[in-house]
């Protein structure tokens, strides 16, 4: 797209004159003439978002085979067709196109992101051309036409506001602010963060009170909105920790296989002076013992087991490995507004002359309990209540609505909290708006900072009802009344200081007034209400925290966890809120012009200690985030407005608001919280790590029994004797009982403690040393089981064949008894709930035994697998091998968790 001089990237508008706008622009009150339009709009381009390009989809779908363990896997399918073995063959391609299409389908989140932030944009604008007024298409808007606004429209385009009438306009989804901001005409200063730009009108927000103009500043990727599609069009996708570290295991299994292979070919040709044919199929079995090609199945599965478990606690998982990312979170950065609030305005604070009360409700809903010192009291017994009531429910222009049992506002969040105070004060909303009859009213506006209604009632009894900015209603009273209704003298000074507490607080303020008039008034002017009228009280309001929220964040702590809040709203809200929730560093607060006065040196100092963020912009949530993750952090963030869309993107694990999230967040996270409850989130950490547990578990299980198989043919190629176990043999327990033992183990269920272990470093690897000793010990352990069961049959006059049966049923013997301890890996498997298991075990445990016994009896299958009927006794003796190798391993990890205490207490 083409850009003019007149719609380049400048951010300054806000801080112009009005007159100086329209000059630049070129344009006048009047709008543009039609011709000027269309010259502007072939130079500008349309009033939309610049589509990405894209990838065909046959290349997208084929980038998805390029990664080494695809390569490895495709290998091995090779090496098993070559050898015939085509069910396996079968197996392992339908695994690598199976990832292929699952990774296909989760693709392209970003460009999903833009569309979703490209329907945003208004599809009409109402504008000035010529001097006459016309609905046009919004994308035919170009710099310099005239806009006009009013109530229930969306904003086509960035605007400098030219006139306002008691206009306010909700930005949250660019700023993160609950409360619609009043918007004003004069200039502000011109480092004034976005929220703060009174005299601008952002394209994609909605205007929900009053009217206004203005003249279009930006269009289409100028736009505030159109910064946020270019910034997501450049964050960078972070590849999941899981996904980097089997990309590391592939690489270094590919080379460890293709080594040993080679010294195996080497030795066995020059040394051994075997035939190079049979040492080459040899090598072959070989590499389909060491490759574990059911591993990507049954880390699939066990992701796949996740995602359900997530879904039952309202976690929608849109890519299967976030599951285990969400497991490794250190520091969730979180959005306020909607997310640790309930983004509903309510009435928390009543002040009168005499006493400061405190309100309880939920939401919308006009019920809650009046409290004084701690103590429930009656509205009835405080008469200045009735009066203050009444004033926040006719001087309003909202509506409640009752639907499904969910109390809704239709109008101004904050007028929408006064009806409820107004009915939680015992006032019937329907039947005394309609008993007082609104006659005049003088709409808000930003220059007076009060609006004010004439109302009669039945009796024709006619008052004027005032609300307004607290200051403002107090130069306009001349008394104040007292607790039982009767008038008093103005006391300032009481007012102020109760204001001020309770503003630092992070309540917003309004006080009401009012003022009797003579019955037959039926006009209602400025000099009506100016320095005469009576202060009734003052209400003061917040976008109260979720109650589950406060639970969350302490057991976030307990997990070793930080919780940083970042918001687009003013830094003592934000401290108010972090107090209410329970952060650990609630009074230190970096706002966003502190965030633009640092490096990124500074910020990465600094990111550690603050936990709360204020007047942030999208930029500045992509530095914090990538400041935490500079420090080797795992990230999640929450959010749910079109601004935390970058964000999400470039954290480890975007968690997005299912109910009031914007799509453009929604397509732009790995995660959507079906209930948008904060408690949500700790749940699905807690999922998150039981998914990583168990693929720990799978892959602590697999490798040991791959390298054992693997070394009992390494031991006989290098000795030049007969395979223990043959070739098929090998491929019965990779193709049947391994990958339906592995299978077992990602439904095991949560264990003791895993949310009280610190997060685990981002870049643990997957295979710790730990790990690599538990492997090459199991192995040693399952070749000397082998061997030892082979040669003792070989010595008591058995058959190759019985000999070999024996073998293969004793490395399923250990293999069986190996998953017992495997289940148990952080804590004792010598409990009576380690032995129970769970149902998914034992049936495994059974159809791998029924499997085993129909080969080594049926004479069909001896016939295909080369075995013998095994004798009892020695049948026993199979069995006391797999509880040897069980004893064995049990007490070994014992004394290494010894050895671990007495290091950790030294």
């Known amino acids: 797209m083409q850009t003019s001089e007149l719609d380049k990237q400048k951010t300054s508008w806000h801080s112009e004159p009005v007159e100086s706008s329209l000059e630049e622009l070129k344009s006048s009150t009047s709008g543009l003439e039609e011709q000027e339009a269309q010259a502007r709009l072939e130079k500008n381009g349309p009033n939309r978002l ?375 004060m015992g006032m019937e909303l329907r039947k005394g708006q309609k008993d007082w009859t609104r006659t005049d009213a003088i709409p808000f506006d930003a220059q007076y900072r009060f609006m004010a209604t004439l109302n009669h009632d039945q009796n024709q009894n006619a008052f004027v009802f005032v609300k307004g900015a607290p200051e403002r209603i107090l130069s306009m009273c001349q008394q104040q009344m007292g607790i039982d209704g009767t008038e008093q003298a103005l006391d300032s000074d009481y007012w102020q200081q109760q204001a001020e507490a309770i503003a630092a607080k992070g309540q917003r303020l309004l006080a009401f007034a009012l003022k009797a008039m003579p019955a037959e008034h039926k006009v209602l002017q400025h000099q009506d209400v100016e320095a005469s009228l009576t202060l009734l009280g003052m209400a003061g309001m917040s976008d109260p925290p979720r109650p589950e929220a406060i639970t969350a964040i302490a057991e976030c702590y307990e997990a070793g966890i930080r919780v940083k809040m970042i918001t687009g709203d003013h830094a003592k809200t934000a401290a108010a809120i972090g107090r209410q929730i329970g952060l650990q560093n609630p009074d230190k607060v970096l706002t966003g012009a502190d965030l633009d006065a640092m490096d990124d040196q500074a910020l990465s100092a600094s990111v550690l200690d603050c936990d709360i963020f204020a007047r942030t912009s999208p930029e500045h949530k992509l530095r914090l985030v990538t400041a935490l993750q500079a420090h080797d952090m795992t990230v999640a963030m929450t959010g749910d407005g079109v601004n935390d869309a970058p964000a999400l993107k470039r954290a480890d694990a975007g968690i997005a608001m299912g109910l009031k999230g914007s799509e453009a967040a929604k397509e732009a996270a790995e995660l959507v919280l079906a209930d948008d409850n904060f408690a949500s989130i700790v749940a699905a950490v807690r999922e998150g790590r039981t998914v990583y547990a168990n693929l720990k578990k799978v892959i602590s299980w697999t490798l040991p029994t791959n390298a054992g198989e693997a070394m009992v043919i390494i031991v006989a190629l290098l000795l030049g004797i007969a395979l223990p176990i043959t070739p098929v043999q090998i491929l019965w327990i990779n193709l049947v009982t391994a990958i339906t033992l592995g299978i077992a183990l990602a439904f095991e269920p949560t264990e003791d403690h895993t949310m009280r272990r610190p997060p685990r470093p981002r870049s643990e690897p997957l295979l710790s040393a730990e790990l690599i000793w538990h492997i090459i010990f199991v192995s040693l352990l399952f070749l000397a089981g082998v061997y030892g069961i082979y040669y003792f049959a070989l010595e008591r006059g058995y058959s190759m064949e019985l000999a070999g049966t024996l073998a293969l049923n004793t490395l399923v013997a250990m293999e069986i008894f190996h998953l017992f301890f495997i289940r148990n890996i952080y804590g004792t498997s010598l409990t009576w709930k380690a032995i129970r298991g769970t149902k998914v075990v034992w049936m495994v445990v059974i159809a791998v035994t029924a499997a085993q016994f129909a080969i080594t009896y049926l004479p069909a299958l001896q016939t295909v697998f080369a075995t013998e009927s095994v004798p009892f006794w020695d049948g026993v003796l199979v069995f006391a091998i797999g509880v040897a190798l069980f004893a064995i391993v049990e007490t070994e990890k014992q004394i290494r968790f010894a050895i671990r205490s007495k290091l950790n207490n030294h």
């Not at 992101?113 to 109402?126: E, K, S, V």
């Open 50 to 424: 610049p589509e990405a390009e894209k990838r065909s989809v046959l290349i997208s779908f084929l980038l998805h085979f390029h990664n080494i363990l695809i390569y490895v896997l495709l290998g091995s399918a090779f090496i098993t067709a070559v050898l015939g073995h085509w069910i396996d063959t079968g197996v392992i391609l339908a695994v690598v196109v199976a990832n292929a299409i699952m990774g296909f389908i989760q693709e392209g989140k970003a460009e999903k992101a833009m569309d979703a932030i490209r329907q945003m944009l208004a599809p009409r604008a109402n504008v000035i051309r010529g001097g006459d007024r016309a609905s046009i298409e919004g994308e035919k808007l170009v710099p310099g036409d005239i806009v006009l606004l009013e109530a229930g429209d969306k904003v086509p385009a960035d605007l400098r506001l030219l006139s306002v009438h008691g206009m306010s306009v909700q930005e949250a989804i660019l700023t993160g602010e609950s409360v619609p901001v009043q918007k004003q005409t004069k200039a502000v200063a011109a480092d004034a963060a976005l929220g703060d730009r009174l005299c601008m009108a952002f394209s994609g927000t909605l205007v929900v009170a009053g009217q206004g103009k203005g003249v279009v500043v930006a269009t289409a990727g100028n736009t505030e909105i159109g910064r946020i599609s270019h910034l997501l069009s450049e964050v960078e996708t972070l590849s999941t920790p899981l996904v980097k570290q089997m990309s590391v295991f592939a690489k270094w299994l590919t080379v460890l296989i293709l080594c040993i292979a080679a010294i195996l070919l080497l030795y066995g040709y020059f040394v051994a002076n075997t035939a190079f044919a049979d040492l080459f199929m040899a090598v072959v079995g070989l590499s389909v013992a060491a490759i574990p090609e059911g591993l990507p199945a049954i880390l699939t599965i066990t992701l796949a087991v996740g995602v359900q478990a997530m879904a039952r606690r309202q976690v929608i998982v849109r890519r299967l490995p976030a599951i285990e990312t969400l497991g490794a979170v250190s520091v969730i950065c979180s959005d306020k507004t909607g997310t640790l609030t309930r983004n509903e305005m309510l009435v928390t604070s009543v002040l009168t002359s005499e006493h400061l009360f405190s309100l309880e409700g939920e939401g919308y809903k006009p019920e809650g309990m009046l409290s004084l010192d701690d103590s429930h009291v009656s509205p009835a017994d405080y008469g200045v209540l009735d009066q203050l009531a009444r004033a926040a429910a006719l001087c309003n222009d909202a509506a409640l609505h009752e639907k499904d049992g969910q109390w809704q506002a239709e109008g101004d969040p904050m007028e929408g909290a006064l009806l409820a105070f107004a009915g939680k």
